[in-house]
């Protein structure tokens, strides 16, 4: 299972989901599929929203095992 902590970064720094869609080159429904858990990025997309965010991959995305 796929936690990510995206919508808590973008309101840190002042991003719409639409801005960050744009900024990471996706539409604004990945964005809201991957902050509700329910789309697992590529590497490449999730290395591009923790760049957009400023954080890293290991701090944006958790992944559970259960």
Known sequence: ???TKIKEYRARVGLTQEKLAELAGVRRET???LEQ???NPSL???H???SVLET???ELFIF???
Request: hydrophobic share 50%; charged share 35%.
């Open 37 to 39: 858990g329910k789309y």
């Open 48 to 50: 591009k929203v923790a």
């Open 64 to 66: 559970d095992e259960y």
């Open 44 to 46: 490449r997309l999730a």
């Open 56 to 58: 890293t991959i290991e």
């Open 31 to 33: 964005i809201i599929f």
């Open 1 to 3: 299972m796929l936690r």
